[in-house]
């Protein structure tokens, strides 16, 4: 029997068409998923996502691999794995890559959930040499890196049993929704749960685990996305003795934590890790 929540692997995903030479994966066609296009994007050395602005959906991104300058109008920052931004929809963007390696982002138009709602406007490409400056810094939208969030004090008795917790977007710097960065230690685990306001999105990084959405029982591993609709149980346990799981994730239209509707569903059994 088939998967009802299936996990996606990156590389399962087609290659589509970005203007700049990038490999794009687009995550749509899941219809259990009505609030955000997600997409996967990797930018080789010397490349760039050249200028564009999205008219109809904010752009929530983060740097997962990789380094460069990042530029939201004429404004420019450097930007390193583990920066988290929110473009603002009718503001002009753009990333060079920097580094000696590929960059990768990933990132949720919010509200929309094909491409040619986002309303994509390409304004013009974007090279080494217009970054060649001292970068000015961002403040339009939101851009932060996790390493300067605190880690969050969440309540272990309502199934928080996760190593580190942080929430570089929410709506205590201004973003409509909650991007996540979770680190699972050997035995750690988020119980089972639901959110009864907001359908969830998040990508392992790296680790390997088990992870349960309704009846679903399924191993995890880095470089899957898992997409969690809104009411749906479904919790993460980490399998590995010795590695960690790193995922990012964001909680679509919901500002905090309390606002996704999070609902405790009771401890992990052995009987819930059995994969069928």
Known sequence: MGLRYPLIDVDSVGVAPDGDGNALRLFSDIPEIKSALTYHLTIPPGGARGRQINRNADDVLVLVQGSGIAGVGSETAEMTAGHCQLVPKGQEYFFVNTGDNDAVIVGFYIGVTDAAAIGLEATAPATLDDVAGAPTGITQGIFVHENDV???????????????????????????????????????????????????????????????????????HGGQFHFIPSGVEHFMHNLSETDPIEAIGIYVGAGSVADTGYVFMGSVTQEDLKVA
Not at 171 to 185: D, E, H, K, P, V
Not at 204 to 212: E, F, K, P
């Open 150 to 220: 605190t880690p969050e004090n969440m309540d272990k008795g309502d199934g928080w049993n996760i190593t580190d917790f942080r929430l570089p977007l929410s709506g205590r710097n201004g973003c409509g929704s909650t991007l996540f960065r979770a680190r699972f230690f050997p035995g750690a685990v988020h119980a089972k749960h639901q959110h009864e306001n907001c359908e969830e999105i998040y990508f392992v990084m790296s680790g390997h685990g088990l992870a349960g959405a309704g009846p679903d029982r399924v191993e995890v």
